[in-house]
């Protein structure tokens, strides 16, 4: 299982990135997908999830309204889409899958089984 990350860079609070995770060994439209990220010197934090199913989708408190996640089952890759950014988005950006039937998801990074390589996101004020 390979997640490789993508489409970080620098921008200009206000901006918009898009961030691509695509995956080879497995199939983003059976795993839950997730979005974290991370600061020196701090935990690894919770932006997003898409359930397997794509009936659930949630968002961190903090990006809820300017970041939506989705995926093209075609290209077997997952998105977040970073819009109105903030200095305080500024991290490595992390995606992650875990296999799962239900429709539970946890915001706790342990809970997935697979990572990506990370992608930094730098927003200038």
């Known amino acids: 299982v390979q997640l490789q990350a993508s489409g970080g860079g620098l921008v200009q609070a206000g901006g918009s990135l898009r961030l691509s995770c695509a995956a080879s060994g497995l199939t983003v439209s059976s795993y839950h997908m997730g979005w974290f990220r991370q600061t020196p010197g701090k935990e690894r934090e919770f932006v997003a999830v898409m359930t397997w199913s794509g009936g659930v989708r949630v968002y961190a408190d903090s990006v809820k309204g300017r970041f939506t996640i989705s995926r093209d089952n075609a290209k077997n890759t997952v998105y977040l889409q970073m819009n109105s950014l903030k200095p305080e988005d500024t991290a490595i950006y992390y995606c992650?899958?875990?296999?799962?039937?239900?429709?539970?998801?946890?915001?706790?990074?342990?809970?997935?089984?697979?990572w990506g390589q990370g992608t930094q996101v730098t927003v200038s004020s």
């Open positions: 992650a899958a875990r296999w799962y039937t239900g429709s539970n998801w946890q915001r706790n990074s342990s809970w997935y089984a697979y």
